[in-house]
């Protein structure tokens, strides 16, 4: 299978779980065209005076990037074209976006995240971008936010694209998680990974370990003992990572290991913790189960989450299944 172009990957006749139907691959396929373009903005850099800030805020207060921006409009402008969608939700806009009248309408609702880790794209390092599929129910308006508010398990596909030193795209339907790579000179993404899986047993975790004061009890004990290393309770050192993009450590995680944290702290606790539902820790939770991993808010499974809001936060706990459960059974016992 390794070598197939992703297009070829989606039509595979012979794939164990049946055909895909023809709107669903054309609604991947669009995301993959939009991601490819947005890699290509990303290497132009400050070639195409593209760096630095856009001078707009976001619904959440956050100073948008030019790139934040260029992003988002590349996912809508493709798929508004696209005329598999009824809608598109993203961080970067307030509300709903439904398909304009007189543009052909789908079934399918995307939410995306259109580039994770924005703070990394003026000192040149990895970002990404985070997309959800959901089904629109039967008679529902795309420009309301209720149609949206599905929980993670409703999810029909889920991935991300991570730009790094090569760009690569990570899916999963519901059947495992594989991984394509741009091809920079016939510019198609092409399969180099099949059933990722995020071993076991792990001497990595990924936590900004800044925000240490403001953690919670159960945070602080699981995090204590990993320091303590080899001396302490776990008797073995950790090693830590913070890419402060939540694609590249995902990714990391989904290739060689590891526990990310962005758990509830006193500095997030009003507006329930600092990453989204819906675009974030959805998709990306999805993806970590499917690679055989695990992801909760620490009281809860966040797959099983029913959403109360397009730009919901929720704490992330997610990776190895051991570890994650470690820190699931902290939060119930201290
Ligand atoms: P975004 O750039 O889409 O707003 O997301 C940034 C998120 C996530 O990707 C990352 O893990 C986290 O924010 C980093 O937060 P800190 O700056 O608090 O470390
Ligand atoms: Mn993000
Ligand atoms: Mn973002």
């Avoid at 939410?111 to 997309?131: H, K, M, Q, R, Y």
Wanted: glycine share 10%.
């Amino acid at each position: 299978m390794s070598g197939l172009t992703f297009a070829a990957y989606l039509r595979d006749a012979t794939r164990a779980h049946g055909a895909l139907p023809a709107d669903l691959i054309q609604t991947l396929e669009t995301t993959a065209d939009a991601c490819c373009q947005i890699s290509a903005a990303l290497k132009r850099g400050a070639l195409a005076g593209i760096l630095g800030q856009a001078g707009s805020s976001n619904i959440q207060g956050e100073d948008q990037k030019k790139l934040d921006v260029i992003s988002n409009d590349i996912l809508l402008d493709a798929h508004v074209r696209g005329g598999h969608l009824a809608g598109m939700a993203s961080e970067e806009m307030d509300d709903p976006f439904p398909i304009p009248e007189g543009q052909a309408q789908g079934r399918f609702l995307l939410l995306f995240d259109p580039l994770d880790g924005s703070s990394n794209i003026d000192i040149n390092v990895s970002v990404g971008t985070i997309f959800s599929v959901l089904e629109a129910p039967a008679g529902s308006d795309a420009a309301e936010v209720a149609p949206f508010l599905q929980p993670g398990t409703a999810q029909v596909a889920a991935g991300y694209a991570v730009y790094g030193p090569s760009t690569q795209l990570v899916l999963t339907l519901g059947h495992g998680v594989d991984s394509f790579t741009l091809d920079p000179d016939s510019g198609d993404f092409v399969l180099t990974q099949e059933g990722m899986t995020i071993p076991a047993e792990t001497q990595e975790f990924a936590i900004n370990m800044s925000n240490q004061r403001f953690w919670e009890q159960p945070v602080q004990h699981y995090v204590g003992e990993l320091l303590a290393g080899k001396t302490g309770k776990r008797g073995k050192d950790f090693n830590m990572r913070w890419v402060a993009a939540m694609v590249a450590d995902v990714h990391r995680i989904l290739t060689r290991g590891g526990v990310f944290l962005y758990p509830l702290d006193t500095k997030t606790f009003a507006k329930g913790g600092k990453l989204r539902l819906m675009y974030e820790a959805n998709p990306m939770s999805w993806l970590v189960e499917q690679a055989g991993g695990a992801a909760s808010t620490g009281r809860e499974r966040i797959l099983d989450i029913a959403p109360n809001g397009l730009h919901q936060r929720v704490p992330v706990i997610l990776g190895s299944r051991a570890e994650v459960e470690r820190v699931v059974d902290y939060h119930r016992e201290i």
